[in-house]
């Protein structure tokens, strides 16, 4: 059984910092592309961040780059998501992800496990 559990989320200000993890267990966590994406109310939800299973390479959402970075520790089975310099529009439930199709994918439909979502809130 495969199971996604993040932490990490908060209230912070705005120009704060927040790191998020993932915790992941029940696949083998190398082979599997993982992703980080969020909803803010009202909206759909949206791509953040992900990372390679295969190669490490990473990619961002517009409107997240120079600003979060992603990274994996493939020993500890575990995805982050270094949040700098938040905005009130950062602001929404991140979920982390992961996908059997390993190589780096922004779509939605191609990540088969999701988290149940930490809460990050930025105040101005």
């Known amino acids: 059984q495969v199971q996604l559990v993040e932490s990490g989320g908060g209230l912070v200000q705005a120009g704060g910092s927040l790191r998020l993890s993932c915790a992941a267990s029940g696949l083998t966590f190398s082979r599997f592309a993982m992703g980080w994406f969020r909803q803010a109310p009202g909206n759909a939800r949206e791509f953040v961040a992900g990372?390679?299973?295969?190669?490490?390479?990473?990619n961002y959402a517009d409107s997240v780059k120079g600003r979060f970075a992603i990274s994996r520790d493939n020993a500890k089975n575990t995805v982050y998501l270094q949040m700098n310099s938040l905005e009130p529009e950062d602001t929404a439930v991140y979920y982390c992800?992961?996908?059997?199709?390993?190589?780096?994918?922004?779509?939605?439909?191609?990540?088969?496990?999701w988290g149940q979502g930490t809460q990050v809130t930025v105040s101005s």
């Open positions: 992800a992961a996908a059997r199709f390993g190589r780096l994918t922004w779509r939605e439909e191609q990540y088969d496990y």
């Open positions: 990372i390679s299973g295969i190669t490490g390479g990473v």
